[in-house]
């Protein structure tokens, strides 16, 4: 299942709760694969479909039991044809000019955007096959879809 919540950078304010990816392309119940590095300055989500992306963020936080982050706008990305890039630099740049984004969480997307570019290119673990490889041995546990957060429900 593709959920996952974090804080954003949303005008007025830093801080504002965001429940994100509930209606990507497979929808609630797809599976999926997240990486939450210790020290890494992203959120990565491998889909069966062969899509990899990640959220560039800081550094990931577990609170109580949720994983939150501040998105720093930048979506570095491997499609299943082998094409990589990275989506948003307008929403970096935008957030950036008003104050939202500091200079240092700017350069660090930035920098964690270019590394991510490159690893995936090259396929450096664990964006290589490790992640795929986990991703398969998840789905072949056949678990049911998660359908209850309590005061946050799929839909």
Known sequence: MVVHAGTFAASGGRRAFCEVAQRWPGGPGEDALHLVPRDGWWFATWRPRGLLVADVSTQPA?????????????DPYRRPDGTVGTEDWDELAEAHAAGLIDDHEHRAAVESAHTLEQQFTQG????????????????????????????????
């Not at 577990?62 to 930048?74: A, F, K, N, Q």
């Not at 450096?124 to 678990?143: C, M, N, V």
């Open 124 to 155: 450096i673990e664990p964006f290589g096959t490790t992640g795929w490889t986990r991703l398969s041995e998840a789905i072949a546990l056949e678990l049911p879809p998660l359908t209850d957060f309590g005061n946050q429900p799929v839909t």
């Open 62 to 74: 577990l609170v109580g039991d949720e994983w939150t982050y501040v998105d720093l706008e930048l």
